[in-house]
């Protein structure tokens, strides 16, 4: 059930090129995690060697407050829209953390009825995993998650994972899809998240060899197995 569409949104923004105007600049350096985002605002912390230097790393995202962000309906609901950011900080031994990059938007907006629910973690290897969980509350029945990993090599973050998994809330009937672009190998799962006895069916095929994309590059790989 997962949509090429779906996984196609997801990753090019992803990898659209960070052009948000007037974006708050975070902090170049600061001595403690705690600094890096201003009070009120919806913070995700991973911390871990992203760079093999030895030394803990940063990585977050983070939702401003701005009021002109903020959605509102006559009945009182509320929901932050403002776009969430994207911060990588390298930590310097006995001196804090340094600002390696902030990306303003490439990370996908939330709506009214679409909730965009942003996290970030840094694996025990060291790769860098963004992950999306989608939920429509209204359009459509489908729901799902998406996770690009990126690992720093070379001086920038490269992307050689990408990662679906999507069911359809009426049906139960969801599938896994999972690329590694080192390999350059697929593995997709189909499954039905109601029903023990649908037996998980699972197919590996090849993907086609492509440059690895960075993180914040403009385009994206298409996908034909």
């Not at 932050?80 to 303003?104: E, M, S, V």
């Not at 690992?151 to 690329?179: L, P």
Request: charged share 25%; hydrophobic share 35%.
């Amino acid at each position: 059930m997962t949509s090429r569409k779906f996984r196609t949104a997801a990753l090019a923004a992803l990898l659209s090129l960070p052009l948000a105007a007037g974006a708050q600049s975070l902090p170049a350096k600061v001595a403690s995690i705690e600094e890096i985002t201003p009070k009120g605002w919806t913070t995700g912390i991973a911390t871990g060697d992203l760079n093999k230097d030895g030394v803990d790393d940063v990585a977050l995202i983070t939702i401003p407050d701005f009021e002109k962000g903020i959605f509102r309906r006559d009945d009182g609901y509320e929901k932050n829209l403002n776009q969430p950011i994207l911060a990588i900080y390298f930590g310097i031994p006995g001196q804090g953390y340094t600002k390696w990059r902030q990306y303003d938007d490439i990370l996908e907006l939330s709506d009214e009825y679409v909730t965009n629910d942003h996290s970030v973690t840094i694996s025990p290897r060291g790769t860098l995993i963004i992950s999306t969980d989608n939920f429509a509350s209204a359009g459509g029945w489908s729901a799902g998650e998406t996770s690009c990993t990126f690992r720093f090599q070379k001086g920038d973050f490269f992307m050689i994972g990408f990662d679906t998994d999507s069911f359809a809330r009426n049906t139960g009937d969801g599938e896994k899809v999972s690329y590694n672009f080192l390999t350059n190998k697929c593995q997709r799962t189909k499954y039905n998240v109601f029903d023990d006895k649908v037996k998980p069916v699972e197919r590996w095929s090849k993907i086609p060899a492509r440059p690895l994309k960075r993180l914040g590059d403009e385009g994206l790989p298409i996908f034909m197995e």
